[in-house]
């Protein structure tokens, strides 16, 4: 075992925000933390580092195994160059060589007493120098670089002079160098293109430590993970297998729960029907009965209400009219900036229904085409065209649309002037911002939240056509499928640019792949890209060597298909359909008997009750107290009428259940 962590509890503002979390990590695990925002996952992977301290609990790590923590937004700094900065980690297999250096120098001019003294030493530091893998360390320096998307030439260049986004891959690139017996990731895809993500599944894979990694990459996780820890409701649960696994255990426990709380609720619901009812009666014994379920009541053991897939975000994409049959086309579209030409000669168009998804690495141009075809980029050459009547929503994942000095109230109601204070209001409220929240301004907001907004405005579009540029950035897993639903529920027409292939695999109807400066069109999903890429790309080498430039045919590859009938089949859907039918009206029958059964039990139960009043009434007349026949003859009514009320109610109890 590398690490255990056990009973973890952690509080902020006497909010918890962890309980009672257990878990280990064995050698060699593939283990995933998930949970929504805010459920506190990098709390845990900090309070194991020892950056924060828990509330309670403990962090168990072996003595002799080391753990790499890699945070969200860790980055380097300093005048290095990117090849030197991951160089630096292998600084004592670079000594131990020097020293090699140094004793074949020495060897050279050594007498026979000293040269055998040193022959040993020699001999030490090769065998030190080879169990660490000395000989191939600088490869395995170049490797990792070109597999985190560093091209060549950019090896020589100061990290001073990297993006946010290119210094976190170094830190990433140095980490994975330091090959502790525990990585521990949090977020480690956010700025890798898909190339980089394949490459560093394949690293992880066959990775000979233990990883943890924090991710919202659900397509990371099911090529990774034999483990997958949920924090839920500030509590864990442990679950085996991959991503998909989960989720598909995590729906079944989800519905068992759901559906033992809803009936649970109706059976507590139903018994204080019942004693409201036997108190009704009025009579000793009712009322014993109603006291006894009251009791039976209040040691029932209440079950909390389970979290639900994001119940409470409602999104809902729907355009005010439709589109002509003709949306987009793009013609010969070119753009360079300045020495670096990003692509030329494109073309596509993009018809009524469809959902396209361009894919690509990062810096071939994809959002710039997203941006030219919403006229805030200039193309360098080419033609962009709209169809009749269509209307484009665009979701920008650097959220341009938003005005950060603006509150999300403002936000909304200046753009959305016709919509209520209200409607603002509950518009806000389907993308969980209530209360206070709404007077926010957008620039105090986190990147999930802004997303949100950015949705939310979305939704009140009513566009036909929706641009999306990295949709589901900053959103947690249970956000993206939402995402999903919407979108494959949406009757409009959908082209955007995503690295998250779990989402282009559920969303996207065609795939244009933005690959040496040219577009490549694939009808299907991502797995059918997948499937089909090395074969087009082939083509287009094919191509090129015989000095065609142009693209190959643009016709669309489509998956082959094929449909089966069953001839023997003896359930028929009208055979199936008249028999569902037929229970149907036994279950209707069945439940109006009883409904009867209770009216009539009732009615019983009310005479029986009414001629009790008027017994203890002519007992106490003055009449009737001084005849001894007609006492006797009216008590034993009386008697009989309780033994009938005690099988009735007995009766009408068993008919309620």
């Known amino acids: 075992m590398i690490l255990s962590v056990s009973n973890i509890g952690k509080s902020f503002n006497e909010i918890p925000i962890l309980k009672n979390v257990s878990f280990h990590i064995e050698d060699y695990d593939k283990a995933a ?29 072996s003595h002799d195994k080391t753990i790499g923590y890699l945070s969200q937004h860790e980055a380097v700094s300093g005048e290095n160059t990117i090849y030197d900065e991951l160089l630096s980690v292998k600084q004592d297999i670079i000594d131990l060589e020097q020293k090699m250096r140094s004793v074949e120098i020495q060897m050279n001019s050594a007498s026979e007493d000293t040269l055998k003294r040193l022959m040993d030493t020699y ?22 670089l070109k597999g985190l998307g560093f091209a060549q030439e950019e090896f020589g260049r100061s990290i001073a002079t990297l993006s946010g986004g290119q210094k976190t891959r170094v830190a990433l690139g140095k980490l994975l160098l330091l090959a502790p017996s525990l990585i521990i990731l949090d977020e480690p895809t956010n700025h890798l293109d898909m190339s980089s993500i394949t490459w560093l599944e394949t690293y992880l894979l066959n990775y000979k430590g233990a990883v943890i ?19 839920d409701n500030t509590k864990s649960t442990v679950f085996t297998g991959n991503y998909t696994a989960y989720a598909a255990k995590k729906e079944i426990l989800r ?32 009322i014993r009965r109603a006291e006894s379920r009251e009791k039976m ?14 119940s409470d975000m409602h999104l809902k994409l729907e355009p005010k009219y439709e589109s002509g049959n003709d949306v987009l086309h793009v013609e010969e579209l070119s753009k360079s900036f300045g ?26 141009g994809k959002t710039t085409i997203l941006k030219i075809i919403n006229a805030l980029v200039p193309p360098d ?3 962009i065209r709209l169809g009749t009547n269509v209307a484009v929503g665009y979701y920008d994942q650097e959220h341009h649309v938003l005005h950060m000095d603006k509150t999300l109230f403002e936000e909304i109601s200046d753009d ?15 993308f969980l911002f209530t209360g206070e929240d709404v007077f926010k301004q957008v620039k105090a907001l986190s990147g999930g939240e802004r997303g949100r907004v950015s949705l939310a405005k979305l939704m009140l579009s009513e566009a036909n056509f929706l641009i999306l540029d990295e949709p589901t950035n900053h959103l947690d897993i249970m956000s993206k499928e939402i995402l999903e639903g919407a979108l494959n529920a949406y009757t409009g027409t959908v082209l955007y640019v995503s690295h998250d292939r779990y989402f282009i695999n559920k969303t996207a109807t065609r795939i244009l792949d933005l690959n040496r400066r040219t577009l490549t069109s694939y009808l299907g999903n991502y797995e059918y890209y997948l499937e089909k890429k090395d074969e087009q790309l082939a083509l287009l080498d094919a191509a090129r060597q015989n000095e065609d430039i142009s693209m190959p045919h643009r016709n669309s590859l489509s998956p082959s298909g094929q449909t089966g009938v069953s001839g023997n089949n003896q359930n028929t859907p009208a055979a199936d359909s008249r028999q569902e039918w037929l229970a149907r009206k036994e279950q209707q029958a069945a439940q109006r008997k009883k409904e009867n059964d209770i009216k009539k039990c009732e009615e019983q139960i009310e005479r029986l009750e009414t001629r009790n009043a008027q017994i203890d009434d002519l007992m106490a007349s003055p009449d009737v107290c001084t005849d001894v026949a007609k006492l006797q003859e009216l008590n034993k009514e009386l008697e009989n009428n309780n033994s009938r009320l005690a099988d009735l109610y007995e009766k009408w109890e068993l008919l309620s259940e």
């Not at 990694?213 to 990774?224: E, M, N």
């Not at 959305?416 to 389907?430: F, G, K, Q, S, V």
């Open 33 to 61: 933390i998930v949970g929504i925002n805010g459920a506190g996952k990098t709390t845990l992977l900090r309070i194991i580092m020892g950056e924060l301290p828990a509330d309670e609990g403990m962090v168990t790590v």
């Open 123 to 144: 001999a030490g530091l090769t065998h030190a120098f080879e169990s660490a893998n000395g000989y191939a360390y600088k490869s395995e320096v170049t490797g990792v």
């Open 213 to 231: 990694i924090v991710s919202h990459d659900r397509y990371f996780l099911d090529k990774i993970a034999n483990k997958i820890i949920e924090i």
């Open 255 to 286: 519905t068992a729960e759901y559906n033992a709380y809803m009936k649970q609720q109706q059976e507590i619901k139903h018994q204080e029907e019942v004693i409201e009812k036997l108190k009704s009666f009025n009579r000793e014994k009712s």
């Open 297 to 310: 009541l209040s040691k029932m053991d209440v079950l909390d209400k389970p979290t639900q897939v994001r």
């Open 339 to 364: 020495p670096l030409k990003l692509f030329e000669h494109l073309g596509f168009d993009i018809k009524k229904g469809e959902h396209v998804a361009i894919i690509g690495d990062n810096g071939t």
């Open 381 to 383: 050459t080419g033609e």
């Open 416 to 430: 959305y002037p016709t919509l209520t204070n209200t409607e603002i209001r509950n518009t806000l409220a389907a």
